[in-house]
């Protein structure tokens, strides 16, 4: 069973950065991709940026240039590193890892820009 924690949310005024984090339980190479989302209360969830196994990005056209998706696989870490944050990005962020069978999800973690 794979287990993803994030960190690094935290509350941060609008034009500021905030990277996350998100450690698995194995290697990441063991994921077809990585990638997170993120969710507003009433809202679906919604895709943010993923990595491919092969370090292939991509990005939502909202935080495209803005939000950065990375990996360090000797730590089994993908991080977001989110900059010039808006009102808008304010939101639970999601990790996910995707193998063959499964999709794992974390619990989330808040981030909130205020304006």
């Known amino acids: 069973q794979v287990q993803l924690v994030e960190s690094g949310g935290g509350l941060v005024q609008a034009g500021g950065s905030l990277r996350l984090s998100c450690t698995a339980s194995r290697s990441t190479f063991s994921f077809i991709y990585m990638g997170w989302y993120r969710q507003t209360p009433g809202k679906q969830r919604e895709w943010v940026a993923t990595?491919?196994?092969?370090?292939?990005?991509n990005y939502a056209d909202s935080v495209r240039g803005r939000f950065t998706i990375s990996r360090d696989n000797a730590a089994d870490t993908v991080y977001l590193q989110m900059n010039s944050l808006k009102p808008e990005d304010t939101a639970v962020y999601y990790c996910k890892a995707q193998t063959v069978q499964v999709a794992a999800w974390g619990r989330g973690t808040q981030v909130t820009v205020s304006s």
């Open positions: 990595i491919t196994r092969g370090d292939t990005t």
